[in-house]
């Protein structure tokens, strides 16, 4: 079965071929962040009216580069929420007339399962139940995943998701947007024990995070140094990094200990980070857990995660009505999967 994925949820256009919901046949997606960076994070007006602009051109380049013929496809998913309604609304409108026009069934996905969907791609995929970190620009979330589609939420952020921070204080670095990659490079020449900025939460009584306070303690280390008149940007970076990745990895970790789980996914932009890629295997593996984290352009937003979980509803028969809506926060498409925003 070949699907076509659509995403469009902030600021990336992105589409791409997946057949059988394993085999990528073509992954495009088209990056905005030349557009957002003078604005220092993504406007999402402008957000919308790149989509317009975009969607034909990329739609067509995941078909060319895949091979496939519009007539061989058998389903379209596409990204309906969470994310930026303007955004989401340009590629539902398009995969609703594009499914229309062929004939196909339409299948709306969550963007959350969307992410946890890109393990569903590597070899070998993780066995069920497994929990699954996920930590993006807009969620931090720890999920016990008992099936494609059910979902136990374990804990999520109470304030910044742990992309939001690592973009935020990139910012305040004056390293532009987004921040995530820049940092992730920065630290490789900096020195993680140097600076000790805060782990918030870190205590086995809460799967939920805090991202919000140790922005904060960036802000006012800049200013402090600053003042005195030396800083090392790649000190503050790998300081800020290893508090985040810490407490990332300390968590998934606990998770799986309290659901006696032996698997754990990885998923979401901020799982494209090498140090957190680096750790969390490190500390699986002292731990006897098997650690699942799809390739770095599967972590990141893209249409190929969007197609495979695509591929799953509509095996189980889940096609979307052509008046399909699209949401900003809460998930109306699953039971169980939830969004903080
Ligand atoms: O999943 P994603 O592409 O979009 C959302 O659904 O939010 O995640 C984007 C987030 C951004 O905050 C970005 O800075 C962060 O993931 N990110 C990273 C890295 N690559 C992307 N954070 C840390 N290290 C990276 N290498
Ligand atoms: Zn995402």
């Known amino acids: 079965m070949m699907v076509l994925g659509i995403e469009t949820s902030c600021d990336e256009t992105a589409a791409a071929v997946v057949s059988h919901g394993e085999r990528i046949l073509s992954n495009v997606v088209w990056s905005q962040v030349a557009t957002h960076h003078p604005y220092g994070g993504v ?23 895949s091979g496939v013929n519009s007539n061989r496809l058998d389903g379209v998913a596409v990204t309906c929420g969470p994310g930026l309604v303007g955004a989401l609304l340009v590629g539902a409108s398009f995969a609703k007339a594009y499914a229309y026009a062929q004939g196909l069934p339409l299948t709306g996905v969550n963007h959350l399962e969307g992410h946890v969907a890109a393990v ?6 993780p066995p069920f139940p497994f929990v699954a970190l996920l930590a993006s620009g807009g969620h931090t979330n720890l999920y016990y995943v008992k099936g494609r589609t059910d979902f136990e939420l374990m804990g999520q952020t109470r304030d910044d998701a742990a992309g939001e921070a690592f973009d ?17 490079q920065l630290s490789e020449g900096g020195d993680p024990e140097r ?64 659901k ?33 984290i799809p390739k770095p352009e599967l972590c990141t937003d ?19 009505p052509l008046d ?10 699953l039971n169980g999967l939830s969004s903080n925003g």
Not at 43 to 65: M, T, W
Not at 120 to 125: A, K, N, Q, T
Not at 168 to 184: C, F, N, S, T, W
């Open 43 to 65: 406007v999402p007006e402008l957000a919308s009216r790149k989509h317009v602009e975009k969607i034909v051109p990329v739609v067509e380049e995941a078909l060319d580069r």
């Open 195 to 258: 600076i000790h900025f805060p782990r918030a939460l870190l205590d086995k009584t809460s799967f939920d995070f805090s991202f919000s306070g140790v922005k904060t303690a960036v802000a006012r280390y800049v200013a402090k140094v600053q003042q005195a008149g030396s800083v090392s940007l790649e000190d503050i970076a790998a300081g800020f990094q290893e508090a985040v990745v810490d407490v990332l990895v300390q968590k998934a970790i606990w998770a799986t200990e309290k």
């Open 168 to 184: 935020k204080v990139a910012k305040l670095l004056g390293l532009g947007y987004p921040g995530g990659q820049v940092m992730d």
């Open 260 to 292: 006696r789980c032996e698997t754990l996914a990885v998923v979401g932009g901020v799982a494209a980070n090498s140090r957190l890629r680096f750790r969390i295997k490190e500390e699986a593996n002292r731990f006897g857990v098997s650690v699942h």
């Open 120 to 125: 569903y791609m590597e070899r070998p995929p």
């Open 324 to 333: 399909l809506d699209v949401y900003s926060k809460k998930p109306r498409v």
């Open 302 to 320: 893209n249409a190929a995660m969007i197609a495979a979980m695509g591929y799953w509803h509509l095996s189980e028969g889940k096609d979307s």
